[in-house]
């Protein structure tokens, strides 16, 4: 790596190791001291709300981990959206429930 690659105000320092250099970068977290606000704890709240009616949801059905597993697959994708990929969720649904097509076996003269 070289300095040049190496943002001015990254938290760290551009280490050198024999021919090559190596960014090293700062502890974290960089502060213990987080500032976290109003709509921080709004949504925490929110989330712990709709974790509970999952949890009292999933008392009421007959096999609470296909409930699950579609919010899996949900949460999966969003994370990929997040990272840049075009996840189609019907498409990969389709691919995960379809069936392998079965042949019937082959009679040989014999065995008629």
Do not use: C
């Amino acid at each position: 790596m070289q300095q040049s690659e190496l943002d001015s105000n990254a938290p760290g320092e551009l280490i050198t190791y024999g021919r090559r250099s190596y960014y090293k970068p700062a502890p974290l977290p960089p502060s213990r001291d987080l500032a976290l606000g109003n709509d921080f704890y709004e949504t925490l709240s929110d989330a712990t709300f709709w974790l509970g009616k999952l949890s009292g949801m999933s008392l009421e059905l007959d096999f609470p981990p296909v409930l699950y597993t579609s919010l899996l697959r949900k949460e999966a994708m969003e994370s990929a959206k997040i990272e840049g990929a075009d996840v189609d969720y019907d498409a990969l649904y389709s691919l995960e429930t379809r069936s392998v097509p079965h042949k019937a076996p082959r009679l040989t003269a014999f065995e008629t």
